[in-house]
T-cell receptor, first 113, second 111 residues
Framework: ETGVTQTPRHLVMGMTNKKSLKCEQH?????MYWYKQSAKKPLELMFV???????ENNSVPSRFSPECPNSSHLFLHLHTLQPEDSALYLC????????????FGSGTRLTVV | QKEVEQNSGPLSVPEGAIASLNCTYS??????FFWYRQYSGKSPELIMS????GDKEDGRFTAQLNKASQYVSLLIRDSQPSDSATYLC???????????FGGGTRVLVKP
């Protein structure tokens, strides 16, 4: 596979569930990101990782927990979410953190019921 | 003031015409500027990047940057129905870790 792959594509979960989103990049990039895209709102940065080290946490609630075991994989662990957390969650990668364009995955459409 | 501002549209353009999209940003020290295209239900796709003042052309797309006025624009020549999408402007601040996006401009190209 090439590019940035996200699984699952769609997820419906209850407010008491625990689930994880997975992202894998095959581009040899050193930086990975989680973004949230809600209807009628700009893309919101959630987390930035550079070489498995978190370099930015953009005031995200603790019910979202990222994990980056290596530079190719990124997870977003979800627990006790709220209905307003329903959104498209996008993973992206770039060569390095800084002045580089990002490559996005296809996203996970999350619905919290 | 929003960090990156775009007119939400929709911008309706006849097929074959030029679509002109504008974006303004608040951080004067911003260094890198990008345009992404996002089709409905799909993820953003990078179409242009620009780093210095002036014009940059790539096929039917031209990006224009004016750092003094803090705006960046995208021109789409010979617009096609397949260009109908939301176009996202994104900016990296000086020494920044992150790409900050505008809300996007929806473009509709009518045959």
């Amino acid at each position: 596979e090439t590019g940035v792959t996200q699984t699952p594509r769609h997820l419906v979960m209850g407010m008491t569930n625990k689930k994880s989103l997975k992202c894998e990049q095959h581009l040899g990039h050193n930086a990975m990101y989680w973004y949230k895209q809600s209807a009628k709102k700009p893309l919101e940065l959630m987390f930035v990782y550079s070489l498995e080290e978190r370099v930015e946490n953009n005031s995200v609630p603790s019910r979202f927990s990222p994990e980056c075991p290596n530079s190719s994989h990124l997870f977003l662990h979800l627990h006790t979410l709220q209905p307003e957390d329903s959104a498209l969650y996008l993973c992206a990668s770039s060569q390095e953190v800084g002045n580089y364009g990002y490559t996005f995955g296809s996203g996970t459409r999350l619905t919290v019921v | 003031q929003k960090e990156v501002e775009q007119n939400s549209g929709p911008l309706s353009v006849p097929e074959g015409a030029i679509a002109s999209l504008n974006c303004t940003y608040s951080d004067r020290g911003s260094q890198s500027f990008f345009w992404y295209r996002q089709y409905s239900g799909k993820s953003p796709e990078l179409i242009m990047s620009i780093y210095s003042n002036g014009d940059k052309e790539d096929g039917r797309f031209t990006a224009q940057l004016n750092k003094a006025s803090q705006y960046v624009s995208l021109l789409i020549r010979d617009s096609q129905p397949s260009d109908s999408a939301t176009y996202l402007c994104a900016v990296i601040k000086a020494a920044g870790n992150k790409l900050t996006f505008g809300g996007g401009t929806r473009v509709l190209v009518k045959p």
